[in-house]
């Protein structure tokens, strides 16, 4: 009875609804598969070579003592470089939030910028300091230095935003000073720590020529030299296997350590700031960690870039060679940004409007993509378009279309938090003040999420400016970014001439820091 | 006796004195409240008590121990104090059993019993135990605080605005329960509250805050209704300042003649009154203008009654001033509260009578 009165009512709700909702939503949603699809090349590459490869040839291929030998390296490299950039970050993260250290906030920006230096141009700087300098121990040194920032980084936004109350509680209930941060700051720290940890746990898979320099085989070094040697064979197509293989484990390992924990602040009441701890006459050897760090990781790349630039003088400062790789770099990295921005928004929208299981499954696509070494995406990218798509072949297209599957997870981080702070509740008043539902979009919405947008693509454009791996293997003939032509020169040893490349790099990335560091606190207060 | 004795205590930030110099003695198993407006430096005592800061000078003795003074500044950890926080401040990576333990020896035999003991006393249910903190209502969540607490059988226990975070109805009935809990596990008990009803219906002993310093300290009837000045007096509840010429325990006010408790003689004084303590009967308006020139009793005129569900606010014009000196004030309207069941009628009189003695205020 009740069944029959109510379909007849379902049936006449519906359409209506549909027919008013159907077309702006069914359109984002076909433009998030697409682009969901089309991010998943790489994946689909990989699985599809192996199978195309064979069984019998893909197991001779991944089970041999060479691909035995490179994931020594590699495992070796993620067990030091990550717990010792993990405790060097605890340690600066504490001393800049925590503790009276003289110059706390200048030093917290000092600590980010070492990320606005490439790696390979890191590891430049120190091979040219230090000519011996190879191996496993250089690697670890190098790989710290680099990338200890993304860990730093979110520890630092935690640690300033953590509730100081939950450790006057502790103290209340008997726990003295060390005993506290063991058991109750720590694991507030957890996700920070996974987070940033897996991040440079995927750098450390994914860098190619950091290793490269110091002559330190990884599979994604292995991986460019073949392709250079054989092209698209089949030999660097199971290594590329291999190295998706570990990145995803990492990526399931984190997400088993990080669990369904949920670390909200309970209750309402603004937190205190916490009260600095006085280092009193330790505040001088304290001082020593973050200015031997700084010095490391900042002084060595800058003092080398000066003296290789000092010794080659106005030789080496070639205008006619250096401004247009500088126009090329811009452009691509613009371009890309722009395009990486359109494919990032409707996945974005559709994860903060969005309900249900898709937006979610999209949204995770897009991680698990962009958590693949960008060697294996330019290798699925030039396979695809030297087989399929030859018109594609080593077109602009197709090195755009590479970046934006690369920096995707970048531009939906920054669109989908500052989507997330505009409630859909504008955009109905908007509509109930006359205004069409694109004017509404674009009145409201649109907006005000502009920020988030602008600083997703800036991100996304920093990544696109120092890339180096991909872009060698897929930039159409003719083509010379800064990386490419500061690799080029620092390959043959003229230190000289690819010193004002660096330079470039560095100071242009130097400002895109601070919007990092703003991101990053912005994430941690969601 | 006292148990906890502060003497002195003094602490700045920066040019700002949050504390000036306090001086509190509070007895044994009793339970004292300290009141006061928003930023009056009340929370930084707690904490200096505490021991989460360390005080510019001054002293603090817990059962005569030493817990800080010029020489020394014994640890948080090590002064076994209970605090609960305005918002419970449980730890959120840890289960309601884990945050109930914390201060448990990990290794203490009964560990499990102990901790579900606790969340009966403090009437939480054994169920909620496997919970988190963020899945815990409010007052389920000041329950696990005051637990957590209690768990190291503290002496002392720091209460800071544990209620204000919970609705109406649930903070009062929560306010009763852990008055009565702490008092029968026999711990003396310090809450810091702005709010004067909770502070006078809670504790034995209320001290009045503003500026970093006491105003007053004494018994929540005898600050109520002998407060020092009139900060404290307008602080703790609706107060009634008129001006008075006092002689012989009477005074003489815009509204008749009251008893105070004061001998002396002077001419001008001020008094304050408690509204309750002002009764309204209805006179024909005969009556009332034929004894306008009566000084034992004012008389007035309803000018205007506001009406807001369970009380009405009636503006008076007074008819009669006894004297010059008050004339002015006596053409200002009084202003009270009144139940609405009184029905008082606009242009109506009311003969105004005074329940009570007055209080000399100044």
């Known amino acids: 009875m009740s069944l029959a009165r109510s379909v007849p009512l379902a049936s006449t709700a519906a359409p209506i609804r549909q027919r008013q909702l159907l077309p702006a939503r069914s359109g984002m949603v076909i433009a998030a598969v697409v682009v969901s699809l089309l991010s998943l090349l790489p994946l689909g590459f990989v699985v599809w070579s192996t199978v195309d490869t064979g069984w019998v040839t893909a197991s001779a291929l991944i089970f041999r003592p060479r691909v035995g030998d490179l994931l020594a390296n590699s495992l070796l490299l993620i067990l030091l470089a ?76 935690t640690l300033r935003r953590l509730d100081p109350a939950l450790e006057d509680s502790a103290a209340s209930l008997g726990l003295g000073p060390w005993k506290i941060f063991l058991r109750v700051t720590l694991p ?68 088993v350590a990080r669990g369904d924990e949920r670390y909200a602040r309970v209750g309402t009441g603004a937190p205190r700031l916490a009260a600095p701890v006085r280092l009193g006459g330790l505040a001088l050897p304290c001082l020593l960690l973050p200015a031997l760090t700084v010095l490391l990781a900042l002084g060595v790349p800058f003092l080398t870039i000066g003296r290789w630039l000092a010794a080659g003088g106005t030789k080496v400062l070639d205008m006619g060679e250096i401004l ?8 691509l990295a613009l371009a890309g940004g722009l395009l990486t921005l359109a494919a990032a928004l409707p996945i974005a929208w559709l994860a903060v409007r969005g309900r249900g299981a898709l937006p979610r499954l999209l949204e995770s696509c897009g991680y698990v993509v962009g958590s693949l070494p960008s060697v294996v995406v330019a290798l699925a990218v030039v396979s695809v378009t030297a087989r399929l798509l030859f018109p594609l072949y080593q077109t602009l297209f197709t090195i755009l279309a590479a970046y934006a599957i690369m920096f995707l997870p970048r531009a939906i981080i920054g669109l989908r938090a500052s989507l997330a702070q505009v409630p859909v509740e504008l955009e109905h008043a908007a509509a109930s003040l006359g205004k069409s539902p694109a004017r509404a979009l674009w009145a409201t919405t649109v907006r005000l999420a502009a920020p988030g947008a602008a600083a997703g693509m800036t991100l996304a454009s920093l990544g696109i400016l120092n890339e180096l791996t991909a872009t060698q293997m897929l930039a159409p003939n003719g083509t010379r970014t800064l990386a490419m032509g500061f690799w080029s020169y620092s390959s043959e040893l003229d230190y000289a001439a690819a010193a004002p490349y660096a330079l470039i790099m560095i100071v242009i990335s130097l400002p895109l820091t601070w919007l990092l560091f703003l991101q990053s606190r912005r994430l941690a207060d969601r | 006796m006292s148990f906890l004795q502060v003497t002195g205590l003094s602490k700045s930030y920066g040019a700002v004195a949050a504390l000036d110099g306090i001086d509190l003695s509070v007895p044994p198993v009793s339970r004292t409240a300290i009141v006061g407006p928003s930023g009056c430096g009340k929370t930084t005592l707690l904490r200096l008590i505490a021991g989460f800061e360390v005080p510019d000078a001054g002293r603090i003795t817990l059962n005569g121990e030493r817990l800080v003074d010029e020489a020394l500044a014994m640890p948080a950890h090590q002064r076994g104090i209970g605090v609960v926080m305005q918002d419970g401040a449980l730890f959120p990576h840890l289960s309601v059993a884990d945050n109930i333990g914390f201060g448990l020896p990990r290794n203490e035999p009964d560990r499990a019993r102990h901790i579900a003991d606790l969340a009966y006393t403090v009437g939480l249910d054994a169920a909620i135990l496997r919970r988190r903190p963020h899945q815990l209502s409010g007052g389920q969540q000041q329950r696990v605080a005051l637990a957590r607490a209690m768990a190291r059988r503290p002496s002392l226990m720091l209460l ?16 009763e329960a852990v008055a009565e809990l702490l008092e029968s596990a026999g711990i003396t008990t310090i809450l810091v509250t702005h709010d004067q009803a909770e502070a006078l219906s809670f504790a034995d002993q209320v001290a009045v805050m503003r500026d970093g310093r006491f105003s007053q300290v004494g018994t929540p009837r005898d600050l109520y209704f002998h407060p020092s000045d009139t900060m404290v007096a307008q602080f703790l509840g609706d107060a009634i300042l008129l001006p008075a010429r006092l002689s012989r325990g009477m005074a003489d006010s815009p509204i008749g003649q009251v008893t105070v408790e004061s001998a002396e003689r002077r001419d001008s004084a001020r008094i304050m009154l408690r509204p309750e303590q002002i009764v309204l009967e209805p006179v024909s308006a005969a009556e ?23 009380y009405c606010t009636v503006s008076l014009r007074l008819l009669n001033t006894p004297d010059a000196p008050a004339a002015a004030i006596g053409a200002t309207p009084l202003v009270l509260r009144r139940p609405s069941v009184e029905e008082l009628a606009l242009g109506s009189f009311v003969r105004i009578r005074i329940v009570g003695k007055a209080h000399v205020i100044a």
């Open chain 2, 288 to 310: 009332a203008t034929a004894s306008a020139a009566m000084p034992a009793f004012a008389y007035g005129e309803v000018k205007k009654s506001e009406f807001a569900g369970s």
């Open chain 2, 160 to 175: 800071d605005e544990p209620f204000s975070a919970l609705d109406m109805g649930l903070r009062a009935s929560m306010r």
């Open chain 1, 324 to 331: 247009p790789a500088l126009w090329q770099t811009l452009s």
């Open chain 1, 188 to 255: 507030q720290l957890r996700l920070a720590i996974l987070g940033g940890g897996l991040l440079v746990g995927l750098h450390l898979l994914s860098e190619y020529g950091l290793y490269a320099m110091i002559r330190f085989d990884t599979f994604t070094t292995a991986i460019v030299d073949q392709f250079q040697s054989t092209f698209d064979g089949p030999a660097g197509t199971m290594l590329a296997v291999v190295l998706v293989a570990c990145c995803l484990g990492l990526l399931g390992l984190e997400n």
């Open chain 1, 82 to 157: 990550v717990p010792i950039s993990t405790l060097l970050a605890l340690a600066l993260a504490w001393l800049t939030v925590r503790s009276d250290l003289p110059g706390g906030r200048l030093w917290a920006w000092l600590l980010v910028a070492p990320l606005a230096v490439p790696a390979f141009v890191q590891s430049y700087a120190w091979v040219s300091l230090v000519p011996s300098l190879h191996g496993l121990l250089g690697g670890v040194l190098v790989s710290v230095l680099a990338y200890f920032p993304f860990l730093y980084l979110p520890i630092f936004a």
